[in-house]
T-cell receptor, first 115, second 114 residues
Framework: EPEVTQTPSHQVTQMGQEVILRCVPI?????FYWYRQILGQKVEFLVS????????KSEIFDDQFSVERPDGSNFTLKIRSTKLEDSAMYFC?????????????FGNGTRLTVT | AQKITQTQPGMFVQEKEAVTLDCTYD???????LFWYKQPSSGEMIFLIY??????QNATEGRYSLNFQKARKSANLVISASQLGDSAMYFC???????????FGKGTRLSVIA
């Protein structure tokens, strides 16, 4: 069964450094998302992406965040200058269609640790 | 206001017994979808079941069923014949009208006891 692939599985970085989290969504999916989950807390929406542009973003997704689909397969989340509070699990997700019943398919996540 | 409320931070259930995980939601939309996801200790998010606001019957997927009570705005997940592998966090989520992002509840940690 096709799946969403995220790399790396774990990233450790120093405060102030830039990180890029990578995702390969399911190939025929059209809608892409980033969510994050601070340890022990709920899953929070960051940004959605469709047709090569951001379709919606949350308050969390401020100027230090950016997303890109550099080619036909990858979908990246860049954090420009990491802060301690950016430490979290970051999930990429994709879905096939703009239907209510179209579930999000999540990757296994990237655990980001900012020291 | 919370869109999705899961009032049970943790639940215990005996193996082979059934368990109900509660979820209430808040929306003024007429069209919406409700989802349940499982997150094992390994961290991945696994889609379990979907219920549409216009679906007349409760959704079922194997041992998972959704007790949908629209007037009460509740969408409880029922797991029958619990197995040790069901021990995980369970998240309820909602998508409102249009193509809005999924909004998640805080989750319920289910522990299945042998």
């Amino acid at each position: 069964e096709p799946e969403v692939t995220q790399t790396p599985s774990h990233q450790v970085t120093q405060m102030g450094q830039e990180v890029i989290l990578r995702c390969v969504p399911i190939s025929n999916h059209l809608y892409f998302y980033w969510y994050r989950q601070i340890l022990g807390q709920k899953v929070e929406f960051l940004v959605s992406f469709y047709n090569n542009e951001i379709s919606e973003k949350s308050e969390i997704f401020d100027d230090q965040f950016s997303v890109e689909r550099p080619d036909g397969s990858n979908f990246t989340l860049k954090i420009r200058s990491t802060k301690l509070e950016d430490s979290a699990m970051y999930f990429c997700a994709s879905k096939e269609a703009a239907l209510y019943n179209s579930p999000l398919h999540f990757g296994n996540g990237t655990r980001l640790t900012v020291t | 206001a919370q869109k999705i409320t899961q009032t049970q931070p943790g639940m215990f259930v005996q193996e082979k017994e059934a368990v109900t995980l509660d979820c209430t939601y808040d929306t003024s939309d007429q069209s919406y979808g409700l989802f349940w996801y499982k997150q094992p200790s390994s961290g991945e998010m696994i889609f379990l079941i979907y219920q549409g606001s216009y679906d007349e019957q409760n959704a079922t997927e194997g041992r998972y069923s959704l007790n949908f009570q629209k007037a009460r705005k509740s969408a409880n997940l029922v797991i029958s014949a619990s197995q040790l592998g069901d021990s995980a966090m369970y998240f309820c989520a909602m998508r409102e009208q249009g193509n809005t992002p999924l909004v998640f509840g805080k989750g319920t940690r289910l522990s299945v006891i042998a």
